[in-house]
């Protein structure tokens, strides 16, 4: 919890000058960026009455009635509840970096929205509330689920909300490409986007933020009991289970009730309670009336910021979302900075020694893992479904099959081997089992580069989409190596780093999912794995690279068995450990840009391949970069093959199966850490 002292404070701390003086400054900026364009169609008492009143001869206050003033309102309303409900989970949980948006609250309720959407509509007919809470009480219910038993670690909880989040956004996005035609403008309004036309929508919401306010302050008292520490509320009576229970069921109703009306308004809810506290409010009270204040001031601002892009560029609606999205990951550096982690990451503190199968002879593993590849590409090239059901080509046609087999099949395994490869580096570099790829940024960052080409236009061809990525990767490197340099790139840092790039990916996504269009449409395929976009020149150029970085990781066998023994213990044998996982760190960039401009960012085969292959007994560092290469391969091979046939004659992207998959992995992993 935030105090875990044996009782409460004598006297309430005073509360410090800087922290009225921000929100004041914080509202009146936010309040006069907002109304600044209409101060140019009319004078400032007009401006003011708009909330009210109306000119019908005057088309200026007319629109600003109408359009400005209900936006404005449902801004400050949205963002005080979510700013109030940031305040009340990271209470509940004693986690400062917990809000609806880490937790995975957010992309629960969109999910919620769009399964009913396709299979129930008439439920949203009645109230989409309903099912928005719904889909986010199963995503909070998961992370708690997860999570309880490592006593709610903070990096453990945001770990766990990512992961749940990313699923639920790839079951999204498996939904979009098949029923796109139903599910287009769905995707739209859920990137966030406060633009009103009428005053209908705040009338309709506020009631039910007021009602769910109430009901959480009720439990002021209670939640105060909470930071005496969990025996010692238990000792005074305090049912302490259903006091979180209570509390964390009134937070999914306020994110859900906000979701089910203007879609996911990223981050403000972990963004106003970390300004507050940082601010310096000390007390539950003092906490929840300023960021419930913070959080109104910086949804008004970030709305006005996303009107304004909206107005500077093309006229392409750029949604709140995507502005809330962007002060994230500088909002979640901030809170940390300071933080002692007192918890360890999930696999941190049960040394990779913990988890010891029975030890297999490398070449047998080897052999049968590679003979199933073997197998794979067989099936893949000679068994799959046609216009007159399922056939057999014949190995002489094979030629003709591989022109559209052959290139994708051929990336897919080459990117599986570079995500095996780089999560292998990663997991033993950091010491930590749950670490990947995709949980460093750095396939994110590729991934954002691909978002930049196409919100800029810029018409650079299939190889300079692949160099933008590379130097997206490269960049995201950069930045990740800047930000755990002072902490000697340890784990905890390069994670929460990752997560924090992961962010910025999210901001452009929510940019793709608003501009809609066959481009935007295009951009996700790829994003998700769609290998059917690969080449034969590009697979056998990922083929070359790939063998070469394999020769460069024979040298790189030493470090990767010291780093895990600890600094201390590495560094008195003789091995400079910063500039080891520096060098170690580059070259997992450089395999998981490869493989991201084949297969996407979100595949999590770069968790699932190095666990898999301690699986198979494989402990050693250079048997177990073999095995997880290998097995990484294979997986992402069936992956490729699966997307053809599962829902023939459409195709879902290679990468989307294999996020799936990993997801469920990811959560399985975590949840057998909590029961070891």
């Known amino acids: 919890m935030y105090a875990s002292t044996s009782g409460m404070p004598a006297s309430q701390p005073d509360m410090p000058a800087r922290l009225p003086i921000a929100a004041t400054l914080l509202w009146l900026g936010a309040l006069l960026a907002s109304a600044a364009p209409w101060l140019n169609q009319l004078d400032a008492g007009a401006v ?90 199963i995503a909070i219910g998961m992370v708690i689920v997860l999570t309880w038993r490592l006593g709610f670690s903070p990096v453990t909880v945001i ?89 964390l069921f009134l937070v999914v109703l306020m994110t859900a009730t906000v979701v089910s009306r203007v879609g996911v308004v990223a981050f403000v809810g972990l963004a106003a309670p970390v300004l507050a506290r940082l601010l310096g409010a000390r007390t539950l009270a003092s906490r929840i009336l300023w960021s419930t204040l913070m959080g109104g001031g910086l949804l008004l601002l970030a709305d006005t910021l996303a009107h304004w892009a909206s107005t500077w560029g093309d006229g392409s609606l750029v949604p709140t979302g995507t502005t809330t999205a962007l002060i994230g990951g500088p909002i979640i550096l901030l809170a940390l900075q300071g933080f002692r982690n007192t918890h360890h990451m999930p696999g941190q503190e049960s040394n990779l020694a913990g988890f010891q199968p029975r030890r297999r002879a490398p070449l047998l593993v080897s052999g049968i893992v590679t003979g199933l590849i073997a197998l794979t590409v067989v099936v893949s090239m000679g068994w799959s479904p046609g216009l007159d059901g399922w056939n057999w080509t014949p190995v002489t046609q094979w030629d003709n099959a591989w022109v559209w087999r052959g290139p994708r099949l051929l990336a897919a395994m080459l990117a599986g081997v570079a995500l095996g490869l780089a999560g292998t580096l990663i997991q033993r570099m950091t010491g930590n089992p749950m670490g990947s790829p995709e949980m460093l940024g750095i396939s994110g960052g590729a991934a954002l580069a691909m978002v930049l080409i196409v919100l800029t236009g810029a018409d650079v061809g299939r190889a300079g989409q692949l160099g933008a990525a590379t130097l997206g990767a490269a960049g995201a490197l950069g930045l990740l190596i800047l930000l755990a340099r002072k902490h000697r790139f340890a784990g905890n840092q390069l994670l929460l780093g990752g997560l924090a790039l992961y962010v910025f990916m999210d901001a452009g996504l929510r940019l793709v999912m608003a501009s809609g269009g066959t481009v935007a449409s295009q951009l996700l395929n790829w994003m998700y794995g769609s290998t059917w976009l690969v080449s034969e020149t590009e697979a056998f150029g990922l083929l070359g690279f790939i063998l070469l970085i394999c020769g460069v990781l024979a040298l790189i066998v030493r470090p990767l068995t010291l780093l895990p023994l600890g600094d201390t213990s590495a560094s008195s044998l003789g091995l400079p450990v910063t500039k080891a996982r520096l060098l170690l760190l580059l070259l997992a960039a450089v395999l998981t840009a490869s493989a991201t401009v084949v297969i996407g960012p979100l595949s999590f085969v770069g968790l699932i391949a190095p666990h898999l292959a301690r699986v198979l007994g494989q402990q050693t560092v250079g048997r177990q970069l073999i095995v997880a290469g290998l097995v990484g391969g294979l997986l992402l091979a069936l992956a490729d093959y699966l997307s053809r046939i599962v829902v023939f004659p459409n195709q879902l992207p290679a990468g989307l199966l294999a996020a799936l998959v990993g997801g469920v992995y990811f959560l399985w992993g975590l949840s057998r850490h909590g029961k070891a």
């Open 48 to 137: 003011v009455s708009a909330f009210w009143a109306f000119n019908p001869d005057d088309y200026s206050s007319v629109l600003a009635h109408f359009s400005w003033a209900p936006r404005v309102s449902i801004a400050i309303l949205i963002g005080c509840g979510l700013g109030l409900a940031g305040a009340v989970t990271q209470q509940v949980l004693g986690n400062p970096l917990a809000s609806p948006t880490t937790l995975g609250v957010e992309a629960g309720g969109q999910f919620g929205v769009t399964v009913a959407t396709l299979f129930a509509p008439g439920l949203l007919a009645f109230s989409p509330d309903l099912v928005a809470i719904a889909g986010g009480l």
């Open 159 to 247: 770990l766990a909300g990512l992961v749940i989040t990313f699923f639920l956004g790839a079951l999204n996005m498996a939904f979009l490409l098949l029923k796109g035609e139903w599910l287009g403008n769905l995707f739209i309004w859920g990137a966030g986007s406060l633009v009103q036309n009428n005053w209908g929508p705040f009338m309709e919401l506020w009631p039910r933020v007021l009602v769910i306010s109430v009901l959480i302050l009720l439990l002021m008292r209670p939640l105060q009991v909470l930071q005496l520490g969990q025996s010692s509320a238990s000792s005074l009576g305090a049912r302490v289970g259903l006091i979180r229970a209570l509390a």
